[in-house]
């Protein structure tokens, strides 16, 4: 809740480093900077041209019964509304496609950024929030390049040329429009102040309601189980009451103050009529000077009331930029070496050395693990749950920095490797098996175009995949839906070794799941583990111990550290953890054999 909050804090409106910094995003298109300027200046420069008009034509045309002049200036009023339209038309276009290139590069950006961090980030950092770093953050920059930025230029011009043109008419009238300006101001700044505030109540009651509806829907199965519904609901109605309370707190202070502003421009025309009529009155102002100041007070509001709703674009988007940036900035990546080592010859050699590694600081998950893998060998893990399995699969990947000892491939220092080489010689098949949304066909080649179709079947029928898949109603082409929800846990499995086998990788890891699968699926599988095996070193981690009784060596491992190493004999010989676990398993098969 509080990190939450954290992230909806909103900081100073405008912050030069953080604008210097967008404003690299806008370089590659200053063409249409410039060309958005240019129409700025015209688009601006048109409006205010109009009243002008209309005070001519009162005062002169219509003063001097003029038809012919009259007809020109209503031509000329007509013309100046066309080019402003056009113009406007222009403007609006550019600017929006200046947004959404500057956007477009700003998410490539990120994907890009995110894609290269360390495991270590994601285990701190919430999908969601990443989520919307690419989403809602990047929209609300979108929002400034498009028409903040722009914009207030062209309400600033605006603005300045009705000064030039209500000046140069009369100065009297122009100090009453100018006198409602504090209580203007005033308006202003408190309503920027409140609804600064119930913007950040909106955003951080969304920010709830997502991550509730988030949670509640990807745990659906749970909340029905255990019947939760009607329990689940009230406090969704409690959140959504909230949100739609902080909504309508927001609209509230948009209600008054629009009308506020209204009100005032309205006092700022009664007054004018009344002062202005009465210097009509005494023949010392014409009444197209009259007229043309009731329009320039009218048009001079609406620039400062949007120049207020500019300021919560700039805000908005200062603060979103600094969650960006920040994103980005984030230094939690591996780093390649300078001067990469490349493997001339693989063979196949893996050694631990003194590794000590910890995912937090100070809780030790592996202590001092040494271990040599011949080139070609089958080693299995095995050991309790938490006892660091995974924990060494992730170090060898690289996933992760140890704090001390070495791993070498073939005598090599993974460090000084690149990491993209050395993850080529690896496939690690999951403990969760994790399937993207798309086809059967595309999870096995990870949509590898170098993998073609019939490396694809010729993997599957090697693992035993073949036959299910070919039931499926579109086969290899059947949809897959995200995390692989349609398939059950042993065709996921399946498929994922047919993904390895499909990449056929020097090093081959398989972290074994603990769901149970039906006998036929596990001859399956088993008879799929022994052609992956074949051929390649690989590390098993498994927790049935009749998978690896064939294995070149067995590692033990007990709260990080190992405890026994040695051949399925050596350690049966030794009457130690791995007998006693041994034992265990046998029980258990006996008694599931005798029921
Ligand atoms: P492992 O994930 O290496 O255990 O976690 P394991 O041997 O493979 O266990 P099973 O058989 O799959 O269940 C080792 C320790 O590291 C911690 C865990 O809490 C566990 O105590 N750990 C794991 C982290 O602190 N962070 C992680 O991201 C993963
Ligand atoms: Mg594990």
Known sequence: MREQLSDEILGKAYDSKLMKRLLTYVKPYKKYVVLAIFLNVFVAGLAPLRPYLTKIAIDTSIANKDYESLTLITALLFISLLF?????????????????????????????????????????????????????????????????????????????????????????????????????FYATFLFRRKVRESYRDVRFHLARLNSYMQERVGGISIVQLFNKQKRELKKFKGINKDYRDANIKSVFYYAIFYPTVEILSSLAVALIIWYGGGKVFESTMTLGILFAFVQYTEMFFRPIRDLSEKYNIMQTAMASSERIFKLLDDKTIIPDPEKPVKLSEFRGKIEFKNVTFAYNEGETVLKNVSFTIEPGQTVAIVGATGAGKTSIVNLLSRFYEIEQGEILIDGVNIKNMRKEDLRKLICVVLQDV???????????????????????????????????????????????????????????????????????????????????????????????????????????????????????????????????????????????IYFKLYQLQYKDQEITKTA
């Open 434 to 576: 994790l399937l993207f949304s798309g086809t059967i066909k595309g999870n096995i080649n990870l949509n590898n175009s170098a993998i073609g179709e019939s490396e694809i079947k010729k993997a599957a029928a090697m693992v035993g995949a073949h036959n299910f898949i070919n039931n499926l109603p579109q086969k290899y082409d059947e949809k897959v839906q995200e995390k692989g929800a349609t398939l059950s846990v042993g065709q996921k499995q399946l498929i994922s070794f047919a993904r390895a086998l499909a990449y056929d990788p020097k090093i081959l890891i398989l972290d074994e799941a603990t769901a149970s699968v039906d006998t036929e699926t596990e001859i399956l599988i088993q008879q799929a583990i022994k052609k992956l095996l074949s051929g390649r070193t690989s590390i098993v981690i498994a927790h049935r111990l009749s998978t690896i009784q064939n294995s070149d060596k067995i590692i033990v491992m007990h709260k990080g550290e190992i405890k026994e190493m040695g051949t399925h004999q050596e350690l049966l010989a030794k009457r130690g």
């Open 84 to 184: 402003q339209a056009i113009m406007q038309y222009g403007l609006t276009y550019f600017t929006q496609l200046m947004g959404q290139k500057i956007i477009y590069d700003l998410r490539v950006q990120i994907f890009s950024h995110v894609q290269k961090l360390a495991l270590k980030f994601f285990d701190k950092t919430p999908v969601g929030r990443i989520v919307t770093r690419v989403t809602n953050d990047v929209e609300s920059l979108n929002e400034l390049f498009s028409s903040g930025i722009v914009m207030v230029f062209s309400d600033l011009f605006i603005i300045m040329w009705i000064f030039v043109f209500m000046f140069s008419l009369s100065f009297d009238l122009s100090l009453i429009t100018l006198s409602v300006l504090p209580a203007l």
